[in-house]
């Protein structure tokens, strides 16, 4: 039977590969056979067949970087890892990472790939509400030009009715499950993002420190521990492999099932601290 989570003579750009979940699937995609394409703020320590640095709360860097990527090959996946937690990070800062720059990187590649090409992002179990804000986040979906949306997102600061992390994360799960499917339709590139629970990376030293040990000791953990970045490595993996061909338009909730049982109240949400 052919393997079709196989990478080979698959050019992969990942953002944000430095650490965590992005290091850990370019390790993956990489032993898989890809020519992984690098891309982040700082330096990965491994070597990867190319570097690029950009500050993705920067369109103009973005557009630099893409075209950059272009010129020097196909780009068949692109996987956005790079992000912010909240805490010491402004809401303003957290949402141009997370969201803006993410949808700013996603646009810009979809020109410069081929249908049947894939698209995987990363959003979190703190996006889970996104249905209760729905019309909140369509305002902001409408607003396709970065400059005009960063306004919009410096608005809401000052309002003060800005919380940046899992607005950031419902805004990548509408924008996934709104957009997806029309993006799909008209490029044939599918695009699919992962939701994924507590999971041991540098970012859970600043999660501890924003909402403290004891909230994330109690965060609902159905397998009894949190997850690795391999495991969310290799869900991302997946949904930009020809395994996952006819997946588009779609948030997968890599949690163990905590967002299910919040949900549906089999999980008692009470029980956290
Ligand atoms: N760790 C968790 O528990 C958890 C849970 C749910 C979702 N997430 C999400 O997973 C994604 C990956 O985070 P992680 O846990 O691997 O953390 P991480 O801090 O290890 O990785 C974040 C990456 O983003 C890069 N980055 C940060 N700012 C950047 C910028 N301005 N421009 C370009 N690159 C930048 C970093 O250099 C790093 O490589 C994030 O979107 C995060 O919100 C994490």
Same mark, same amino acid.
């Given at each position: 039977m052919k393997n079709l989570l196989n990478y080979e003579d698959k050019r992969v750009v990942i953002v =944000?590969?430095? @650490?965590g979940m992005g290091e850990a699937t370019a390790r993956i995609v990489g032993g898989l056979g890809a020519e992984v394409v690098a891309v982040d703020i700082k330096k990965p320590s491994v070597e990867h067949s190319k570097y690029l640095e950009v500050d993705c709360r920067d369109p103009s860097a973005i557009d630099a970087v893409v075209g950059e990527i272009a010129a020097g090959g196909p780009l068949d996946s692109l996987f956005y890892c790079a992000g912010l937690p909240g805490g010491s990070f402004s809401n303003v800062d957290v949402m141009s990472v997370n969201f803006l720059g993410l949808r700013h990187m996603v646009e810009a590649c979809v020109p410069r790939m081929k249908r049947g090409d894939s698209i995987a992002t990363i959003s979190s =179990?703190?996006?889970?509400?996104?249905m209760m804000v729905l019309d909140r986040l369509k305002e902001l979906l409408a607003l396709s030009d970065h400059a005009e949306a960063l306004r919009w997102v410096q608005g809401a600061e000052a309002e003060g009715s800005l919380e940046g992390y899992s607005f950031s994360k419902m805004c990548t799960i509408a924008y996934t499950l709104h957009r997806g499917p029309l993006l799909t339709q008209e490029t044939g590139v599918r695009i699919n993002c992962i939701s994924p629970g !507590?999971?041991?990376? !540098?970012m859970m030293g600043h999660f501890i420190e924003n909402v403290g040990q004891t909230f994330m000791d109690d965060f609902p953990k159905p397998i009894g521990r949190n997850s690795t970045a391999e495991e969310q490595g290799w869900a991302l993996a997946y949904l930009n492999s020809?395994?996952?061909?006819?997946? @588009?338009g779609e948030n997968l909730f890599t949690d163990g099932g905590a967002s299910g049982g919040l949900m549906t109240g089999s999980i008692d949400m009470t029980q956290m601290a």
């Open positions: =944000g590969c430095y @650490s =179990g703190a996006g889970m509400a996104y !507590p999971t041991d990376t !540098p020809a395994a996952a061909s006819y997946i @588009s």
